[in-house]
């Protein structure tokens, strides 16, 4: 082992890129699965830091943060995890990290670096490209690089930059996840991720943070990526219980969103785990902001889950067109999703609806279709996105064959800003989805008032009138609309009173909400 004079200085970066849609945040669990992993191996031989730019955004000044952060700190390796809508800040970070010690090893891992983009692999700066699960790939590296043994020879790797056309063996996906040691909280601060956007679409109003409790989905959606495996890999209920209780004791955390690929997968461990919840009367809130898989659902999952405090859950419906459910291989069964919803929001569970419209060969009327179940359906929010066929996905292949002479669309911006280039392969205009989907949310929202009063009615336990109401004037501004000329005077008259409660409940966070005079 190694003196503490030469310890190995080790940086893990969450990127953020200036294209995100939505600035997101939570902890970023995949790296602090790495911390622990390392810490555990290497114990005190290394020193770990965090960089997350998802708390220090590019488009204020977080590019130069990372870049003195990486100078004061001027580590040997470099670790960086980013989604493809990120694709182009892992170029600009890796030269920040060479720049910084020339010898720096920069390995890119998650979720863009599992699709192999060829970008990624043809980078200068990037000396290895670390596709799906880190934990192990991770120690085994740092390991073969202390023993100054060929780094393109572990097991899992892809040579970049540092290592053209060289490939580690394969390697297989962890099989017992309790072996796992839980996500590294020492390496942040919980109180800098409250109070943020969360991926609800609300900030949290208990002290919240993520869990993953599964991993993997044995569906085949065409539009996903399966970064874990096409088979569901379950930690025990002991296992997340353990990992709960400590952050409950020792981080004061009330509040966890589950983000699962496919959380109730198996209903009897889902149901054990509420069971266990429930008999620790641990008065704790959940959110399910990743989605659940909707027609498998019944109502003892959801009284159960109600119980332990589960209060959103996303459900992903994606097409109500059942061709379209055929062809991006989701086969949701429609007539239980629907009945999925009835129950959810007759037990109080704020659901939220994710849609996909803009499928190669969809047509007006399947994407209209789509949109009058949500509409149709007593869901509380919803979200109409357009299909982006990612590389590495099955849909990204139907395309591609769709329509051999596609423009390049590799860089975050082509990815990020998708719905205006969707012209080669959608049967619509860009133009004529975005009216299509700025359409459906104002009918969802704003056509029948009694949407909006539920989803004050169930915020007394989930999201708060602050909350709820911050959120529906993100969606009047999204219409082209204020409040003083708002043609439907009694609609205008209902988000008055609406934003008008929220200003009495969190005067600082609601004050800049408008409200009529004369209510
Ligand atoms: C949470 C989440 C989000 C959150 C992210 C919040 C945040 N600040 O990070 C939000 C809601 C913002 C989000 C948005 C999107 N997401 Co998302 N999201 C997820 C989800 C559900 C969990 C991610 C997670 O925390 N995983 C848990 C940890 C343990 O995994 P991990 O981070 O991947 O890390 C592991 C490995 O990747 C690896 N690793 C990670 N980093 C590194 C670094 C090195 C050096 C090494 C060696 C290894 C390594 O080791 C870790 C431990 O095993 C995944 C699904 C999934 N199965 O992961 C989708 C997923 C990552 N998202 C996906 C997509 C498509 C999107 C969107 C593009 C959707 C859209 N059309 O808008 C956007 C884009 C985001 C953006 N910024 O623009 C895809 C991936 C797409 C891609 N190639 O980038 C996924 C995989 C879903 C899927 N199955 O298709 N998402
Ligand atoms: S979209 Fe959801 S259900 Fe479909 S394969 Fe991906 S994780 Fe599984």
């Known amino acids: 082992m190694m003196s503490v004079r030469s310890r190995t200085r080790i940086a893990l970066i969450n990127l953020a890129s200036e294209n995100d849609d939505w600035p997101i945040v939570m902890v970023p669990l995949g790296l602090m699965y790495l911390s622990s992993a390392l810490r555990r191996h290497f114990q005190d031989d290394i020193e770990l830091r965090l960089f997350d730019m998802t708390l220090h955004r590019p488009e204020h000044g977080g590019l130069e943060e990372a870049g003195r952060f990486l100078v004061d700190f001027e580590p040997q390796i470099v670790c960086l995890r980013g989604f493809t809508t990120q694709a182009s800040m892992f170029p600009r970070v890796a030269s920040l990290a060479k720049s910084a010690r020339k010898d720096a090893l920069v390995i890119a891992g998650g979720p863009h670096a599992s699709t192999l983009s060829p970008d990624l692999i043809a980078c200068d700066h990037i000396d290895l490209v670390a596709p799906r699960e880190g934990e192990e790939l991770i120690v085994d590296l740092v390991q073969a690089w202390l023993d100054g043994r060929d780094l393109a020879t572990v097991a899992g790797v892809v040579g970049a930059g540092g290592f053209p056309g060289r490939r580690g063996p394969e390697r297989l996906l962890i099989a017992d996840l309790d072996t796992i040691a839980h996500p590294d909280y020492s390496l942040l601060d919980l109180e800098r991720y409250q109070g943020k956007l969360t991926m609800t679409g609300f900030s949290s109003r208990n002290r919240f943070t993520s869990l993953f409790t599964s991993r993997g989905c044995h569906y085949a959606c065409t539009f996903c990526h399966d970064d874990f495996g096409k088979k569901v890999r379950y930690r025990s209920v002991t296992d997340v219980l353990a990992e709960m209780e400590f952050l409950i004791e020792t981080r004061n955390v009330s509040e966890f969103h589950i983000v699962d690929d496919i959380f109730n997968a198996d209903r009897d461990r889902a149901l054990q785990f509420f069971d266990e919840v429930i008999r620790r009367r641990w008065d704790l809130s959940f959110a399910f902001p990743n989605g659940l898989r909707a027609d498998i659902m019944d ?120 719905n205006h280039e969707t012209e080669w392969f959608a049967t619509m205009t860009p133009g004529e989805l975005q009216h299509l989907v700025v359409e459906g949310y104002r009918r969802f929202y704003f056509e029948d008032l009694r949407r909006i009063d539920r989803m004050v009615e169930l915020a007394n336990w989930g999201h708060g009138i602050p909350e709820i109401a911050n959120f529906v004037e993100v969606l009047v501004s999204a219409q082209g609309w204020s409040l003083a000329d708002m043609p439907d005077r009694t609609l205008a008259r209902h988000l008055s009173r609406l934003n008008r409660a929220a200003r009495e409940q969190a005067p600082e966070r609601c004050a800049h909400l408008p409200v009529l005079e004369t209510p």
């Open 299 to 418: 109502e003892e999952f959801i009284e159960m889950a109600r119980a332990a405090g589960v209060y959103h859950w996303a459900l992903a419906v994606e097409s109500a067109s059942p061709r379209i459910q055929k062809l991006i291989k989701k086969h949701n069964r429609l007539d239980k999703v629907r009945r999925a919803i009835d129950l959810s929001d007759r037990h109080g569970v704020f659901v939220c609806l994710f849609n996909m419209i803009g499928f190669p060969t969809e047509t007006e009327e399947e994407m209209n279709r789509t949109i009058d179940f949500a509409i149709d359906a007593p869901a509380h929010m919803t979200m109409f996105f357009v299909a982006t066929p990612f590389h590495g996905t099955e849909l990204a292949s139907q395309v591609a064959k769709l329509v051999p002479e596609r423009p390049k669309i590799s860089d975050d911006l082509g990815y990020a800003h998708f």
